[in-house]
């Protein structure tokens, strides 16, 4: 069976892409072994979106090289994870490779990455508002989100109905997951 992946005809290389997560004991999980980027990325960002309170602190994709005798793969994703600087979470995923980040809880989805319309500046934004901010570089965007972070933190922290930040940003998921009930039925 392994025969079928050896290569192709035509003598091109065959390559595999490997996604794997460490947990904060340094334990790597691998996540399987895929023929293509987009299959091995979608089941590193579902393990990661669904298992965000876990205590996972690194993840990465990696492209192999089938039936080489290369000990080097090649980094697609590397990512840490960080304290988010909007929901306070441990749940921001910095990608070094690509220079992007996203928050993975649910009700939150902090966002950065490089901008499609000017090249080297870098967007930034909080879905839930709309809220959405650009600099010249990672940390820039990074100060732009901690400031909007704590002007959210300190609105609350004065609002009279004294809500946590992580109250109103699971509000804001079980709003959405009721919307998306309501779009289904």
């Not at 904060?24 to 990325?41: F, Q």
Request: hydrophobic share 35%; aromatic share 10%; with cysteine.
């Amino acid at each position: 069976m392994l025969d079928t992946y050896a290569g192709d005809s035509m003598g091109n290389d065959i390559f595999v892409f490997v996604p794997s997560i460490v947990n904060i004991d340094g334990i790597v999980e691998g996540l399987g072994i895929y023929s293509n980027e987009k299959s091995a990325l979608e089941k590193l960002r579902k393990k990661i979106s669904d298992n965000w309170s876990d205590g996972y602190k690194e993840a990465q994709l990696v492209m192999w090289t089938l039936d080489s005798d290369s000990t080097d793969a090649t980094p697609l994703k590397h990512m840490y994870a960080k304290t988010c600087p909007i929901c306070d979470e441990r749940t921001f995923w910095i990608d070094v490779v690509e220079m992007n980040a996203l928050c993975y809880l649910p009700a939150c989805q902090a966002w950065i990455e490089s901008s499609d319309i000017e090249e080297e500046r870098i967007d930034c934004g909080w879905p839930p508002i709309g809220f959405t901010s650009h600099s010249d570089s990672i940390e820039g965007a990074l100060r732009e989100l901690r400031k909007y972070g704590a002007r959210i933190r300190t609105s609350m922290i004065e609002d009279s109905d004294i809500f946590t930040h992580r109250t109103l940003l699971e509000e804001y998921e079980l709003s959405k997951k009721e919307k998306n009930k309501d779009n289904i039925t």
